[in-house]
Nanobody
Framework: QVQLVESGGALVQPGGSLRLSCEIS????????VGWFRQAPGKEREGVSC????????FYPKSVKGRFTMSRDKSKNRVYLQMTSLQPEDTGTYYC?????????????????WGQGTQVTVSS
């Protein structure tokens, strides 16, 4: 059974930084792709970073490229999302997801295992 537990969400001022963590159990990161997604109030969930299991290739959409950095620690079965230069539009609930396979499209419909989410609020 796949379990994902996010942590690290907080209230942060515009321009600030935050690091989210996702602790994963029940699977191997050698076999599963992992992604970070977010959902703002009234908006659809969107992918912000996805890492392939096969070669560690990471996808970022334009909205976060250059500001967000995803990483993984296979020895701890954890993934991280380092976020910098945060803006109010980055506010939302951030979810970690996993899907079996080498490379998975970084869109929510393609992912079947989800964590409960952690809240990120960017506000002065």
């Amino acid at each position: 059974q796949v379990q994902l537990v996010e942590s690290g969400g907080a209230l942060v001022q515009p321009g600030g930084s935050l690091r989210l963590s996702c602790e994963i159990s029940g699977i191997s990161l050698d076999d599963y792709a992992v992604g970070w997604f977010r959902q703002a109030p009234g908006k659809e969930r969107e992918g912000v970073s996805c890492i392939a299991s096969s070669d560690g290739t990471i996808f970022y959409p334009k909205s976060v490229k250059g500001r967000f950095t995803m990483s993984r620690d296979k020895s701890k079965n954890r993934v991280y999302l380092q976020m910098t230069s945060l803006q109010p539009e980055d506010t939302g609930t951030y979810y970690c997801a996993a899907e079996e396979g080498g490379i998975v499209l970084c869109q929510p419909f393609a992912w079947s295992s989800w964590g409960q989410g952690t809240q990120v609020t960017v506000s002065s």
